[in-house]
């Protein structure tokens, strides 16, 4: 320890310091002493005065109780206007009241006199404080000048003239006159307009300066402005524009910041076609806020997007995503939902990193919970995520959405999921108008204080005309190489029953011919050819038992094999190929229906 450091602050060691100062300094050893002592010995055997070395002290200032009212306002830096009966006349302006708004006339009205109180609001206060007694405060007003000033009106008791009775001897009011008490007049002298003001209560008007603080005020909220901005439009420019609308499914989606003293988030969902009917729907949030969410954000959509065009089960891209996540950053993780609809089994397949839980409604009002999260948020590491099913029959609604919509500082999230599930069930009409009623029924404002992202994916239920616009044929592909020109029978029947033009009809039996002998050479069974048709495409699917997924290659010209996914991707809008969740694969091709 440092004993000198902490010795002065010792019990005892002050005084003592305090001692030796006030002697004479003392020689470092008993014989220079005695030699100091002899030397400074006078003749008669006395020792001499020391001279007083202690400075003069300063002269005193005035005392307050010397100091007159006008003494003390004058002295303020602040604008101070003394006002007095009910009509609010000047009774006296200081000379920094003079110096901010200009000189001001005695006697003369408020309203009249200092039009600068109309505009800080306050001549309405006058009355107010006047009657009762209370003072009122105009916080940060400004003027037509330019400055800004918060204002505090005060009130002041009347003058009873008593103190005039002792001063008419010398002309002056010794009296106080702020403290409600026998006071004297600010304006030192007596006369006719004092006479007049005797007896009547003032206010005191007191104006600070804040202009400096105004100002940097705004330089700040408008610096705030300007990145909130920024962010927004980040995070706007990173969600999809515009909604793909896949053939089976009505999607609609809204994304609203959280209010101007929120930062901005990390919210956002996108809806991504697979392919062969399927749909990728998603939704995720990022936990943070500011610009760094958002692009933290635009990254982790652009991954899911990579990831979807793989066409692995949902359970796979969250588990990509985790890692991904965690090399994005570290410090930050982020809720996600992935969810597949494939128009063929009537249900969304679905794994949720730690985010909420899906919402379905029958199309008799029912309202289904997905189950809970299937793994935790990504960015944790160190688990393997699993998929989930939920049904989505035709006539359906699902919804998807970030926390901002149900969750509440004074209520459990819980609570804010049963307030959906309630809006949703009585909630009909298209995706876009259940979008905006959810929102409004669970009170979100433009001055919500999170962002909110919402997508209402609707199955709807065909009948009439607009039905048969949509129709399935399936044959399961039995035997050898026989199974090929049965194929090719089956597919030409369908397809002119479905009356597709001669050329549309060639081509699609081309490419069910390739597809069923592809999967022939190279597949096991169980083999079966698909045929769909919706209102925008036509979709040839072949699926088997093997899992080894094709590719495309150039194929040589001494070559026997090999061409033939070069001749559907030559002939077909788009083609891919998938691995199916029992086990094999699935390949198929689309075709566009002639408008």
Aim: aromatic share 4%.
């Amino acid at each position: 320890m440092n004993f000198t450091r902490w010795s002065a602050r010792l019990p005892g060691t002050q005084r003592r310091a305090a001692a030796r100062d006030d002697r004479t300094p003392v020689p470092a050893a008993r014989a220079e002493y005695a030699q100091a002592q002899a030397a400074a010995t006078l003749p008669d055997g006395s020792l001499p005065v020391p001279p007083d070395t202690t400075a003069a002290p300063a002269t005193p200032g005035p005392a307050l109780d010397d100091l007159s009212a006008r003494e003390i306002l004058g002295r303020l830096p602040a604008a101070v206007a003394l006002l007095h009966g009910p009509d609010h006349r000047v009774a006296y302006v200081n000379e920094a009241y003079e110096t901010a708004f200009g000189p001001r006339p005695s006697g003369v009205p408020a309203a009249e006199a200092l039009p600068e109180l109309a505009e800080l609001s306050v001549l309405p206060l006058l009355d107010q404080v006047l009657r009762s007694g209370t003072a009122r405060t105009v916080k940060s007003r400004r003027t037509a000048g330019g400055g800004s000033y918060t204002v505090t009106c005060t009130p002041v008791a009347a003058w009873d003239g008593t103190a005039d009775k002792d001063d008419e001897r010398t002309g002056e009011k010794t009296g106080e006159s702020s403290g409600g008490k026998t006071g004297e007049k600010p304006g030192g002298k007596t006369g006719e307009k004092d006479k007049e003001t005797r007896g009547e209560g003032g206010v005191l008007v007191y104006a600070a300066d804040v202009t400096d603080h105004a100002e940097a005020a705004e330089r700040l909220r408008t610096s705030e402005r300007r990145h909130r901005e920024t962010a927004v439009t980040l995070q706007r420019s990173l969600l999809p524009q515009e909604l793909e609308q896949p053939d089976d499914l009505r999607i609609a989606a809204t994304y609203q910041p959280g209010g101007t003293d929120a930062a901005v988030g990390g919210d956002w969902y996108d809806v991504i076609t697979l392919g062969a009917g399927r749909t990728a729907l998603v939704i995720g949030d990022v936990m943070g806020r500011g610009v760094r969410a958002a692009a933290v954000m635009g990254q982790l959509r652009t991954a899911v997007r990579a990831y979807a065009r793989l066409d692995l089960p949902p359970h796979e891209v969250i588990q990509l995503l985790d890692g991904l996540a965690s090399e994005i950053d570290a410090t930050q993780i982020a809720t996600c939902v992935y969810a597949v609809h494939d128009p063929n089994e009537g249900q969304l397949v679905y794994a949720s990193a730690g985010h909420l839980p899906m919402l379905v409604r029958d199309e008799d009002g029912t309202v289904s919970r997905a189950a809970d999260p299937t793994g935790p948020p990504l960015g944790t590491g160190g688990w393997i995520h699993t998929s989930g099913t939920i049904a989505l029959p035709p006539g359906s609604t699902a919804v998807l959405y970030t926390d901002g919509l149900v969750e509440r500082r004074s209520e459990d999230i819980d609570e804010g999921v049963a307030s959906l599930a309630r809006a949703l069930s009585g909630a009909k009409g298209s995706p876009q108008v259940v979008c905006d009623r959810l929102i409004r029924s669970l009170g979100v404002t433009a001055e919500h204080d999170d962002d909110v992202a919402v997508l209402v994916v609707q199955h709807p239920a065909r009948t009439g005309p607009n039905a048969e616009l949509f129709h399935n044929a399936a044959l399961d592909l039995l035997g050898g190489i026989e199974a090929t020109p049965r194929a090719r029978s089956f597919a030409t029947g369908v397809l002119t029953s479905w009356r597709f033009p001669a050329e549309l009809r060639d081509l699609g039996v081309l490419a069910a011919s390739e597809l069923v002998a592809n999967s022939l050479q190279h597949g096991t069974p169980p083999m079966r050819l698909g045929l769909r048709r919706t209102d925008r495409r036509l979709i040839i699917e072949v699926t088997d038992g093997d899992d080894h997924l094709p590719r495309r290659r150039q194929a040589e010209p001494a070559d026997e094999a090999g061409r033939g996914i070069e001749i559907i991707a030559s002939i077909a809008a788009s083609w891919g190929s998938r691995r199916t969740p029992g086990g094999g694969k699935a390949v198929w091709c689309e075709f566009a229906l002639p408008r």
